[in-house]
């Protein structure tokens, strides 16, 4: 969530940015159908810039890093991640912003919807519907193909309001006050997209009554008509009407000289904005050549190859490139719920008792042969950096479970924290090639004991080895 509200934050950034070029350069101009796709498009590309990441490559030469390899106490663990105040609080604001918002705009959704199924409707030729609602103090309006005005409007049949509300009708405003309504809601703390919510509604008026003054109906008439038609009740924020906000505006615009087409050059000023938030976006993807292979360390091998049995089933065991792999699909788990034999035949002829309990903590617990300095030498010893991790500068922690049986061998080794399958299995290799432990014990009796192993992974840099 803390990263959709950094996007959002991103967004809103850009959202300002655009509104201020519409304000400064097109607010005044009579480029109505210029400016409605200005405002449309501004806020659309607010929302997917952010999305646009351009990925740069640059590839740099540098000595091998030297392979750190941390290991963490032998101990069960449970990380807990401390979250400020603010991550906790900030998700719960804006849902609840966004939900109240789409809660406003699906309730006039709804009082429109049912206002229409409840009027007298009149099928037109040109494919709008006329509905005719009861209430006589309502404003004509119009939604989708619908034109709702009161019975007076009706049987006046004044051309000035059809052809204004038709306007709407033809030109789709409809549509945008949807994607602008949905937008506002992800936006609904940002003034900026509110204020262009508010232009795009007035600029649907001042199409609309271009529509009206280019059938030649009188310019005064008209206007005086909107002065009278204002007073009506409105209140639906996803229909077009007449209300007292905009008149002022409206008529101002319809007595507005014409806007030379030269200003339209102005649209140019919108590539810069776009290339500076794309460059902003940018990020740089290092590939570092290394100029001596890796040092090998000496890796101890695990079992010898072999077979072993479990339930009947023969698994095959192989050794390729000093790292013992296992063919075929088996539960490697052989304390999992499944059905068991009493006793598992290993290479070595060990047997291991299959229904063996499992401890966390003993009275007495395993221990590596010749304490815990013992086993981190041996681990620092036979732990190797992974070459493909390291050309992906791949670190990290990995977590690991295993289990130290009765008589001290390792088995049941898991990953329980991942970082990259790479790291993953030479920490599983290497915690599987381990000699047998002393075994844990429990009232005098050997036991089976679960340990819990972190090793990190990291790499240092050529400063740092240059320094060495």
Not at 126 to 134: E, H, K, L, N, W
Not at 315 to 344: A, C, H, N, Y
Not at 379 to 401: C, D, F, H, M, W
Not at 441 to 466: I, W
């Amino acid at each position: 969530m803390t990263e959709f509200l950094i996007y959002d934050l991103k967004v809103a950034a850009l959202m300002v940015v655009f509104y201020m070029f519409y304000r400064l350069m097109l607010a005044r101009e009579t480029f109505h159908r210029v400016n409605r796709l200005v405002l449309l498009t501004t806020a659309v590309a607010s929302f997917v810039l952010p999305l646009c990441v351009i990925t740069l490559h640059e590839t740099v030469a540098t000595a091998k890093p030297r392979a750190n390899i941390e290991v963490g106490a032998l101990m069960a663990e449970a990380e807990a991640t401390q979250v400020p105040l603010w991550q906790k609080v900030m998700p719960i604001l804006f849902v609840t912003g966004v939900v109240l918002t789409l809660a406003h705009t699906l309730w006039s959704l709804f009082r429109i919807l049912k206002l229409i199924r409840s009027s007298e409707r009149h099928p037109q030729q040109d494919g709008t519907t006329i509905c005719v609602v009861s209430n006589p103090d309502l404003s004509p309006f119009s939604w989708m193909h619908y034109i709702v005005m009161n019975r007076s409007d009706y049987e006046a049949c004044d051309p000035a309001i059809l052809t204004h509300e038709r306007g709407h009708i033809r030109l789709h405003h409809s549509w945008d006050l949807l994607l602008v309504d949905t937008l506002t809601a992800l936006q609904w703390f940002n003034p900026a997209m509110w204020m262009l919510r508010q232009d795009l509604r007035a600029i649907h008026e001042y199409e609309a009554d271009g529509e009206v003054l280019s059938q030649g109906i009188n310019a005064r008439q008209y206007q005086y008509l909107l002065i009278t038609k204002a007073a009506g009740i409105g209140g639906y924020s996803l229909a077009n009407g007449i209300s007292h906000s905009t008149l002022k505006n409206r008529i101002t615009m319809m007595l507005h000289k014409k806007s030379d087409r030269s200003r339209l050059l102005k649209l140019l000023a919108l590539i810069p904005i776009v290339g500076i938030a794309l460059a902003l976006n940018a990020r740089t993807v290092t590939h570092y050549v290394y100029d001596e292979p890796q040092k090998q360390q000496p890796v101890k091998k695990g079992k010898k190859a072999g077979t072993i049995k479990v339930n009947g089933q023969e698994i095959k065991v192989v050794e390729q490139d000093d790292i013992v792999t296992m063919e075929g699909e088996v539960d490697r788990d052989l304390t999992s719920d499944i059905q068991k034999p009493e006793s598992v035949e290993m290479p070595n002829g060990m047997a291991v008792d299959a229904q063996e309990k499992v401890f966390d903590v003993v009275e007495q617990m395993p221990q590596y042969p010749g304490g815990p300095g013992a086993l981190f030498k041996f681990l620092s010893e036979n732990v190797r950096y992974p070459e493909e991790a390291e050309k992906q500068n791949l670190e990290g922690r990995v977590i690991l479970t295993f289990v130290v049986g009765k008589d001290g061998s390792i088995r049941n080794a898991k990953v329980v924290k991942s970082v990259d399958p790479l790291l993953d299995a030479e920490a599983l290799r290497v915690i599987n090639a381990m000699p047998n432990w002393t075994p844990g014990r429990q009232n005098g009796k050997p036991v089976a004991v679960k340990y819990t192993v972190p090793l990190s992974f990291h790499l240092d840099d050529a400063d740092t080895e240059k320094k060495e």
